[in-house]
């Protein structure tokens, strides 16, 4: 089992704590290029760069290394922060997605000696640079998959960014909603673009 950073918003970070959202996607780095003509399997192959022979796979089966783990690894969560107060054994730290909720829900106590940085009241810790020992949110990877961004369902909408089917009157608004927050997230191109994406699934758990 490995553990990796990954970033979420302070939207995402709330819905994380609620236990609403159980899903993520990021696009993959290298994007497949369609191949029109079919493998012997009668599918359309797709040509996956991830060595220096370009290896022909199927849709279903790309066998490329997921850079967030596989199933069963471990992702603490990055996100804006601040160390509000240093005491003789506990350091205390503020979480800006918190910050509207009770104090209790907004802060977390780490052993003074994994805390390196200084007790500062107005000035945030970008999530880029959260450490480690600073993260309250752990995540286990339950399933990964790979799909085209715009094959969402509309269950997984509501895995992604915390919500019930319920909210979604129509059913074509739960689409424009996942529209709007990618392309405020990564851009209009990027939409447009429809890219493949990693599918990452996860559970929270305890440390």
Known sequence: MRERPIIFNADMVRAVLDGRKTQTRRIMRE???VIPKEDEFGKAGFWIPFNAGKTMVRNE???IACPFGLKGDRLWVRETFRVHSRATDVATLVYKASEQQSWTQQTHR???EKCNKPAVVDKWTPSIH???W???ITLEIT???VERLHTITLGD???EIGCDLYDFRPVTYGFQVWEKLWQSIYGADSWQANPWVWVIEFKRVNV
């Open 130 to 132: 959260m450490p480690r």
């Open 31 to 33: 994007q497949p290029e």
């Open 143 to 145: 399933g990964i998959r």
């Open 61 to 63: 089966d790309m066998y």
């Open 157 to 159: 909408i509501c895995k």
């Open 134 to 136: 600073a993260s309250r």
């Open 110 to 112: 780490v052993p003074i």
